[in-house]
């Protein structure tokens, strides 16, 4: 149950329109229970009047009127309780989820990016949905219970003290007993019905993404047949489901059955020491309408392991800490942006080997530096670094000559372009697609740079309304590439952080865009990563890397004159 505190602090700010529903509920209850009650003294009532001399001063109006009235406040009470405890519920929802978007977003990218993408997506809405359950299946039906069956045995108890005591005793033991009995036997499968169910999603997200691939390689009805797997173990743990919550509801009916031959014996012989009358009936009916306040609780409590689990798989979630935190107050800005990597180590947390070994690298503002060297060896790294995906396992990292670590995200944010890798196409429009790099940019200036990065061809019909994306137009490796530069020209920041920018380009393309980037860092310090030897004898400085170290460094005609490795890949070209 301790899985749940982290969801029951969220109540504290809905409080009131929460004891509201449950008030409300409350009112219902009882208005369902005097309705019952009422109608069957009143009828037995009647019916004794019809057949006496009472039949002239009998009151049938007050009694008739307290039907009506219980039968309307019952509506009124239901609709009622309805509306305020979902709309509570609803927003408490709304609530947990920006609350565990807001733990979420910290850990990416970390060790929670190992995270299935349809995995945390189940989280984020069945699991959080599951949460529902917790007020409006366990929480409000157990306090509104209690009350209710001590509000009906001081009542029963005003009339007959043993009849009242019995009937309380029994529906305590039942509200007690019911949702121990079908937690223990809903716990197993309401876990398995979780974990299948984000299986189910996670296999059918695998099917709809790789789906083109799949049926070319023939692998489809594999993959097809994984979903269907799934899909019979989740139906498998519903099916339990809704046998369980059928034996609650049937048992709970045999123990009402039961109750009310008890109690109609015990009042038999006339209620409180009277000769037997109307009050039997009264008894009779206020003990069937009883179970109304247990209802609720039959079903409710096999849900419980299910949304323990999913419990259990959000605070997993919100229990992790981030690799990274970001300061809240510290560094915004700098006068000069000059970068220095001292004796800098990193290791993947999953990993054997350091990724980085005792790199140092002293970068002054305005420089340009070229970090060259095969797949693997460390480059993109390097600049993941420098933008803060992760901190560094040994060394130091100082950006404008304070450490990385005391900058705020903001600040840092604000003072690195990137044009990384693999360029991220959103779904959006051509211009959301570029105002996330600057929000306030004109349509002028962007269109502008999309001629400048050679995309003049997207200005064309629609231009910048153009969608992009899932459902929208396809953009090439090349063209991505090149709305990354835009992106990070129109962002223009006083460090640019280039992470292979013309790779996959034709040497013209590449000759282009290596001019336009010139162009656009005349006076910002850069990181330019590349595999190619190409127009590096512009740069002040290169590294040369290899398994995580820099072999050599210096600039082009040094590093020719050493006539070590980079004199040597050189000739190659
Ligand atoms: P480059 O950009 O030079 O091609 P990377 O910096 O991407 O190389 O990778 C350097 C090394 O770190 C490689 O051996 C790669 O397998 C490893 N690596 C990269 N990313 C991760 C990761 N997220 N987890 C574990 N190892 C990684
Ligand atoms: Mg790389």
């Known amino acids: 149950m301790r899985e749940l505190a982290p969801y029951l602090k969220l109540y504290k700010k809905h409080w009131f329109s929460l004891s509201l529903g449950m008030f409300l509920a409350f009112a219902t209850l009882v208005t369902s229970i005097g309705l019952l009650t009422l109608s069957g003294w009143f009828l037995s009532a009647a019916a004794v009047a019809g057949l006496t ?110 009849i009242g005591l019995t009937l309380g005793a029994i529906l305590l033991t039942l509200l007690l007993l019911w949702p121990i009995i079908f937690y223990k036997l809903g716990k197993y499968n309401g876990e398995m019905l979780t974990q299948n169910k984000a299986k189910l999603r996670i296999a059918t997200l695998d099917w709809v993404q790789g789906h083109s691939e799949l049926v070319l390689f023939g692998a489809e009805p594999k993959y097809r047949k994984a979903i269907s797997t799934h899909q019979s173990s989740l139906i498998q743990n519903q099916f339990k489901n809704a046998h369980y919550t059928g034996l609650a509801s049937a048992l709970l009916l045999l123990a009402n059955g039961w109750s009310l031959v008890l109690i109609i014996w015990m009042a038999a012989d006339g209620v409180n020491g009277q000769p037997p009358g109307p009050m039997v009936a009264m008894m ?75 790199v140092s690298v002293n970068l002054n503002a305005g420089q340009k530096l070229a970090i060259v060297g095969q797949t693997g060896s460390g480059k993109s790294t390097l600049l993941q670094l420098l933008t803060r995906q992760f901190d560094v396992t040994s060394g130091e990292l100082l950006l404008g000559g304070s450490s990385i670590k005391q900058w705020t995200e903001k600040g840092l944010r604000q003072s690195i372009s990137v044009v990384s890798q693999r360029v991220d196409i959103l779904n959006g429009t051509l211009k959301d697609n570029l105002q996330l790099a600057k929000p306030d940019a004109s349509d002028e200036e962007m269109k502008h740079i999309l001629e400048e990065v ?28 090149r709305i990354g530069i835009a992106r990070a020209v129109l962002h223009n920041a006083p460090i640019m952080l280039l992470d292979e920018p013309t790779e996959g ?56 004159a050493q006539n070590g490795l980079y004199h040597r890949l050189h000739q190659r070209l």
């Open 53 to 162: 001399i009472a039949r002239e001063t009998f009151n049938y109006m007050l009694p008739g009127g307290g039907v009506r009235g219980f039968a309307m406040a019952r509506t009124a009470g239901r609709w009622g309780e309805r509306v305020v405890s979902h709309d509570a519920t609803f927003k408490l929802l709304a609530d947990l989820r920006i609350f565990f978007f807001k733990k979420l977003t910290p850990l990416i990218p970390g060790r929670l990016s190992k995270l299935r993408d349809a995995d945390l997506l189940n989280r984020l809405v069945a699991d959080v949905d599951a949460m529902d359950h917790v007020y409006l299946r366990l929480v409000s039906p157990i306090i509104v219970g209690i009350f209710g069956i001590a509000s009906l045995t001081v009542f029963i108890a005003w009339f007959d003290l043993t």
């Open 505 to 560: 380009l034709d040497k013209q393309t590449e000759s282009q865009i290596m001019q336009l980037l010139n162009k656009h860092t005349i006076d910002k310090t850069v990181v330019f990563v590349t595999h190619r030897l190409v127009g590096l004898e512009k740069m002040d400085m290169i590294c040369l890397m290899e398994q995580g170290e820099i072999v050599e460094q210096g600039n082009h005609n040094e590093l020719l």
């Open 284 to 358: 009779a009916f206020a003990t069937m309408a009883s179970f109304e306040l247990l209802m609720p609780i039959a079903g409710a409590f096999q849900y419980l392991g299910q949304t323990l689990e999913s419990a259990r798989r959000l605070n997993e979630v919100l229990s992790a800490t981030p690799d990274v935190v970001f300061a809240e107050s510290g560094t915004e800005a700098s006068q000069s942006y000059d970068i220095q990597l001292s004796n800098v180590n990193y290791r993947y947390h999953d990993s054997n080997n350091d990724a980085l070994k005792s």
């Open 454 to 481: 050679g995309l003049s061809h997207l200005n064309e019909s629609i231009g910048l309304d153009a969608w992009l994306g899932d459902g929208g137009r396809q953009l090439s490796g090349g063209e991505k590439r």
